[in-house]
């Protein structure tokens, strides 16, 4: 992972010089994976968020604001218990390795002083947060507790020995020469990335492909010289701290020469926050509305089978007219029909030749049951197009009400997924649970800020949706959803807004739609008082008229600055 010792090393440096001497005011866990604990540090609030998510395992400053639960959990209250009014005394990283320890002064609960170490390790889906009495070495507790069966080299359960992971006997590039590192590489063995990572503790892959591609088949000599570079910058502290784009997003605080159009910035925690964010926050109300994802789905696959269904009984529907000539026919031409006929050649009417036509007949039936049957045959018909016409309307409005909530949830924050929830109890999706009546809160839809100033309302869900367009908006204001494709309603606070700010809400708009990786993605806008709610019509759907269309490319950077505007 990209967040290896070298990137460690940089946040252990700047927290040494933001959070020391600091004191713990909050200790919050909004999920089973997270902590989040605030630090008043220079005059200064600091967040510090700990994570042990198994693919987002990380610890940085952060800005970001986070849900927590109406109960806080037990390891939450163990933290408060000892932690709370701490000061913090020293952050050390452990080696090279992804390791840091945070050494706390506090009060017990007689008034004594105290030291207590908080260990973060950060090691996938193994990472975990460890409490320890330094006095003894026993854990307090830890956010995942591994017993014996589990891991034989070592237990983390409160009461415990507190134990290292094991070393993975690597070369610290601090501590150890350059040529003693080559003299460890295999260079007939190939995949030297591989070795490198290996080989020289805290570097990940990414490290190793930078160094293999500044050096270009070059010598042992020439792997020497990269890896003094290397260390040269390590004891420096020359940092770059960048997010890269390529096959995935990778990130780091070195110069990745082998990645290209890395997104620079101040310094590793706003690089670490801006990298995380999105990602962290999608998995996180994934994990929390998975069993809505999953009854959704089912749902989308009912209708689309239905839908199918459907379609097929038009199809079948186009027939009837056949029949209904049939029986015109034989009726006109009862004269000469006989019961016991299997068939009867006659004049087709209808046909400008005037050609004739051969029916089929039941031998059972007389000619006028035969023309009857033709007739119930067309009616059937009749009505079961009229019919499976009505359901496909109503089929595809309900694909598109469901297509619309998954939208939502790949884009919803944590303070949205309560308004999902409620809404699909609301239209019968799932059982009401008996609970106590909460006060009703008011829609909270994002707000964002265009380059001139202009307030601009992103709905998230369709609660927010309907409050930003019905009752958020004046009829002037400017109303924007991208065409026919599923997303957010779109509020520009003006009745006058510039071209620039309504290209900048288009973005937002398609941006927070199904197309949201799409280029050229249309986007309609138009007056509010154009836009209008049929009776009876599910949660967020509205027609419109009056509309133009433009077509615009969604981008991360352009949402994180209008985002930023508004914070400012």
């Not at 992804?98 to 609960?109: G, K, L, S, T, Y």
């Not at 070369?171 to 007939?188: E, G, H, R, T, W």
């Not at 089978?305 to 015109?328: C, P, S, V, W, Y």
């Not at 297509?403 to 944590?414: G, K």
Request: hydrophobic share 35%.
């Amino acid at each position: 992972m990209p967040f290896d010792g070298i990137v460690t090393l940089e946040v252990n440096h700047e927290l040494q010089d933001i959070l020391i001497g600091g004191k713990i005011n909050k200790i919050h866990q909004p999920t089973t994976t997270e902590m989040i604990i605030s630090v008043r540090n220079h005059s200064k609030n600091h967040t510090l968020l700990l994570s042990v998510h198994p693919s987002y395992a990380r610890m940085h400053l952060t800005k970001e604001k986070m849900k927590n639960p109406a109960e806080p959990p037990m390891f939450c209250m163990v933290m408060r218990k000892h932690l709370q009014s701490a000061v913090i005394k020293e952050i050390k990283q452990i080696d090279m390795d992804r390791i840091i320890a945070v050494h706390f002064n506090a009060m017990n609960e007689i008034g004594d002083m105290t030291e207590k170490t908080l260990y973060i390790e950060i090691m996938g889906r193994h990472s975990n947060i460890v409490l320890v009495n330094e006095q003894n070495k026993k854990i307090i507790d830890c956010i995942k507790h591994i017993p014996p069966f589990q891991n034989r080299y070592r237990s983390l359960l409160p009461g415990a020995d507190y134990i290292q992971p094991p070393s993975q006997n690597k070369l610290d590039p601090l501590k150890s020469d350059a040529a003693s590192i080559v003299k460890k590489l295999d260079f007939n063995a190939g995949k030297l990335d591989q070795q490198l990572t290996s080989t020289i503790a805290g570097i990940s892959r990414v490290v190793g492909k930078e160094i293999v591609h500044k050096v270009r088949l070059g010598s042992a000599a020439a792997y020497e010289e990269q890896i003094e570079k290397l260390q040269n910058l390590l004891q420096q502290r020359d940092f770059s701290p960048a997010i890269y784009e390529g096959k995935k997003e990778d990130f780091h605080v070195l110069p990745l020469t082998h990645l290209t159009n890395g997104q620079q910035f101040d310094n590793v925690h706003e690089m670490l926050d801006a990298f995380y964010r999105d990602k962290a926050t999608r998995d996180r109300v994934k994990q929390q509305m998975k069993d809505l994802i999953r009854l959704i789905k089912n749902e989308l696959n009912k209708n689309t089978r239905k839908l199918d269904i459907h379609q097929k009984t038009l199809k079948k529907a186009n027939k009837k007219e056949d029949f209904r000539k049939k029986g015109e026919l034989l009726t006109a031409n009862m004269h000469i029909v006989e019961r016991g006929d299997k068939e009867v050649s006659v004049i087709d009417y209808y046909d400008p030749l005037q050609s004739e036509i051969i029916i089929k007949l039941d031998t059972e039936k007389a000619p006028s049951e035969n023309a009857q049957t033709f007739f119930k045959k067309y009616k059937k018909l009749s009505a079961a197009e009229e019919m499976a016409q009505k359901e496909i309307i109503k089929t595809k409005q309900e694909i598109a009400y469901l297509e619309d909530l998954l939208v939502q949830i790949e884009h919803a924050r944590d303070e949205d997924l309560e308004d999902i929830r409620t809404e699909l109890q609301d239209e019968g999706y799932i059982k009401k649970q008996k609970k106590k009546k909460k006060k009703t809160t008011k829609p909270m839809p994002e707000k964002f800020t265009a380059h001139d100033g202009t307030p601009i309302y992103v709905g998230r869900n369709n609660k927010q949706n309907e409050y930003v367009t019905h009752k958020l908006a004046n009829k002037n204001d400017m109303w924007l959803h991208t065409l026919d494709i599923p997303g957010s309603h779109i509020i520009i606070k003006s009745n006058n807004p510039t071209q620039e700010t309504i290209e900048e809400a288009a973005i937002l708009a398609a941006h927070y739609s199904k197309a949201q990786g799409s280029a050229s993605v249309p986007v309609d806008y138009t007056q509010v008082k154009y836009v209008k709610k049929p009776s009876g019509a599910k949660p967020g759907f509205v027609t419109y008229s009056n509309q133009k269309t433009l077509y615009v490319t969604p981008t991360e950077e352009l949402v994180q600055a209008l985002r930023e505007n508004n914070e400012s």
